[in-house]
């Protein structure tokens, strides 16, 4: 069994080659994300040390290319976007009303970018609390609606501790009624 071997080259190397995708500045990065092309820079690709897309511009980790000279990344292109801004700006910029956070937590996981991930877990977070207020909201809004005008005029305790159960159990199962 031969062993195998690994290609490294240095940015220098990767660009006397055309290693910038299809020519033109040494600072230019052609990049064809599944199926989507994308044009950007060196240094925004370097914005986070020690990424997959870090390593991709600086000739550390080969990327194969297409026959135009674009670098290929077989990965979600449409997401793909959202990364490129988020190395841009580190910021987490999506459209009101985004639906595919978990995928692009997915592909910020497989670029190793922690702080994109981050953010995107604080986001989903968010929604689940939001949407959990508003189911809680809604079972009370039911609740009111069934007791009426009386759950505000619940008798006051007139201190003779023989008030053991109030008539106010929501939730949980009839096995825990008294028999």
């Known amino acids: 069994m031969s062993p195998t071997i690994h290609h490294f080259y240095s940015s220098t190397d990767v660009m006397s080659r ?8 040494d600072k230019v990065m052609r990049l064809n994300v599944g199926g989507t092309f994308y044009t950007t820079t060196k240094p925004t690709l370097q ?3 020690g990424t997959f897309l870090h390593q991709i511009s600086t000739g550390a980790q080969y990327c194969p290319r297409d026959d ?5 990344i077989d990965r979600d292109g449409h997401a793909f976007r959202y990364v490129l801004n988020f190395l841009r700006t580190s910021k987490l910029i999506v459209p009101m009303g985004y639906r595919e956070l978990d995928i692009l937590r997915e592909e910020g996981e497989f670029y190793g970018l922690e702080k994109l991930v981050a953010a995107i877990d604080s986001i989903i977070d968010l929604k689940k609390r939001k949407a959990r207020a508003r189911r809680w909201n809604g079972a009370a809004k039911r609740l009111s609606a069934s007791v009426g005008e009386n759950l505000n005029n619940l008798p006051e305790d007139d201190g003779d501790d023989l008030d053991f159960f109030e008539d106010s159990w929501i939730g949980g199962t009839a096995s825990c009624l008294p028999h």
Request: no cysteine; aromatic share 12%.
């Open 18 to 25: 055309g290693g910038g995708g299809g020519g033109g500045s």
């Open 47 to 49: 914005a986070v040390p």
């Open 68 to 72: 135009r000279g674009y670098y290929v």
